[in-house]
């Protein structure tokens, strides 16, 4: 893997990805044994010992920031925080690049979330230390679509031949757009478009989807997604990125009544923070699986930060 994870394309094959998952797996399995053996300790709990990440947020977070900064927790790191802009240099004017090179000397790794679509573009390229984009603006959040990934292979057994519909802001939603990428490493995709009008995905991933061989169908409502699609990934509204008209969530909520018509077998999936486009009535039925997905954020950052420190095996 390359030094940083900004975006998908840091993830250079099929076999990289796969092999982020089976050790994340991995992880999972010695915390279990831990977990049942109190004389047990799992191999990985010092992996991260005495290095220090930064976690570096201009933009609000809960779980990308709660499962980065307890991933660095159970591998033994240290996180050195600033939760937000207005705490850091960048009031005072400060740039990117050199905020970045003065974390570089506190640092082993930073973690960093930012509204600018290049911002940690920007940042990895002066950057000697590995930077992880946990989300930039509108195109990028790699570790979200790991941990969607990852979630589908533990409850389907593979990715391969999947069928997943996106519903909601597609044009403004990062985490769409980077699963479509990451998808894209996959055989036999199909993904069933199902945006609110005005909010369709940019043509660059339809065409990306194009050019990758993966079959993409629009749907206009929820009615039109096929019956027995594996997987409803839901996204909210992106209202802090764009002005203008007033979506409603109501539109494209899916609710108990919507999501009896699906196969037993379909995941409702989101990336959370949900508003009114996930109905609460379907919290308990077990397809609902967002917050399982969102705690799957931590072994999955677990595996990209040892990976990226270089410390896999430890
Ligand atoms: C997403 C994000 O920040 O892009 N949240 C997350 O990291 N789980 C989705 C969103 O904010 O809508």
Redesign the pocket.
């Known amino acids: 893997m390359n030094k940083h994870l900004v975006s998908i394309k840091d993830i250079k094959d099929r076999e990289e990805a796969e092999k982020l998952f089976r050790l994340a797996d991995d992880i999972r399995a010695e915390e279990r044994k831990e977990a049942l053996n109190p004389r047990y300790t799992s191999g990985y709990a010092n992996a991260l010992k005495r290095k220090q990440v930064a976690s570096l947020f201009f ?1 609000p ?1 809960t ?2 920031r709660f499962s980065f900064e307890s991933a660095v927790n159970k591998l033994g790191g240290d996180i050195l925080t600033m939760s937000n802009a207005s705490s850091s240099s960048t009031v005072k004017g400060e740039s990117i690049e050199d905020t970045i090179r003065t974390i570089m000397g506190y640092a082993d790794a930073i973690v960093m ?1 930012h509204s600018e679509d290049d911002s940690v573009e920007r940042a990895a390229r002066v950057s000697d230390i590995p930077v992880i984009n946990a ?1 930039s603006g509108t195109k990028q ?1 790699p570790t ?1 679509a790991l941990l969607d990934l990852y979630t589908v292979r533990q409850l389907k057994g593979q990715i391969d031949g999947l069928s997943i519909a996106l519903l909601g802001d597609l044009k403004y ?3 769409t757009h980077s699963l479509v990428e990451l998808l894209s490493l996959y055989e036999k995709i199909k993904v069933f478009g199902c945006p609110l009008k005005g909010l369709e995905m940019p043509q660059q991933y339809m065409d990306f989807m194009g050019e990758r061989g993966m079959e993409y169908t629009h749907c206009n409502s929820i009615e039109e997604i096929p019956s027995i699609v594996h997987a409803l990934y839901s ?2 509204i ?1 209202r802090e990125r764009f002005e203008g008209k007033d979506f409603k969530d109501s539109d494209y909520c899916i609710d108990a009544k919507k999501l009896s018509r699906f196969s037993d077998n379909t995941l409702v999936m989101h ?3 949900r508003n009114g486009e996930l109905g609460t009535d379907i919290d308990n039925d077990p397809r609902a699986i967002y917050f399982k997905q ?1 705690h799957n954020g931590v072994p999955v950052r677990q595996a990209v930060l040892l990976t990226l420190l270089d410390r896999g095996n430890a």
């Open positions: 933009e977070s779980r990308t979330r989300g959040h979200q939603g990062r985490t996204t909210r992106q990336p959370l923070p969102a």
